[in-house]
């Protein structure tokens, strides 16, 4: 396991995840209208030793880079977000502590020309009481930059369409062939 990896080894196999890092898109579909909603950006590396996404993690935890990892990532979204369909919304996770990530917050940030259209999902396997200095700060300020931003609390009174997300078993890329469930 990556625990037990010196953390050199550790190191090389995190920058090679970084460098054939790719996302995929699993499309969301409305329970109410049956139609693509959406997608959530998923994690993916061809780094065989980092073999999926908690993988990838753990190891960004271990070596202090959850930074790179997060802006890697956004960046890569970014890219997709510019080809996708004008009403296509994204829904991309983030670990808690992203949000003490001043980049994530300014207008040139490669997000935010399609904050309107992201739904930042702080991700559920981080209890946020353990990253952010000030959550709430943190949500006024991507709410005000146009990000919808979830956790696991908030996801609680969303809608029916976010919250009971009835996902396709194909992913697809953004603005691609995949169909919603029928």
Do not use: C
């Amino acid at each position: 396991t990556s625990a037990l990896r010196p953390a050199h080894e550790l190191d090389a196999a995190l920058d090679n995840a970084l460098e054939t890092m790719w996302m995929a898109y699993q499309p969301i579909v409305s329970t109410r209208t049956r139609t693509r909603f959406g997608y959530e950006a998923l994690l993916r590396s061809r780094e065989s030793t980092l073999p999926h996404p908690g993988a990838i993690l753990l190891a960004a935890e271990r070596l202090g880079r959850l930074e790179d990892i997060g802006r890697a990532i956004r960046g890569q979204v970014a890219q997709s977000m510019a080809k996708a369909g004008p009403d296509d919304v994204m829904f991309v996770n983030l670990h808690p502590q992203d949000l003490e990530d001043e980049t994530l917050f300014h207008g040139d940030a490669p997000l935010a020309p399609y904050a309107n259209r992201v739904v930042l999902e702080i991700t559920e396997r981080a209890a946020l009481d353990h990253a952010a200095n000030d959550f709430l700060l943190r949500h006024s300020e991507m709410s005000e930059a146009g990000y919808a931003v979830l956790d696991r609390h908030a996801l609680a009174s969303a809608p029916q369409e976010i919250a009971l997300r009835a996902r396709s078993r194909r992913i697809g890329p953004v603005g691609g062939g995949a169909d919603p469930v029928r």
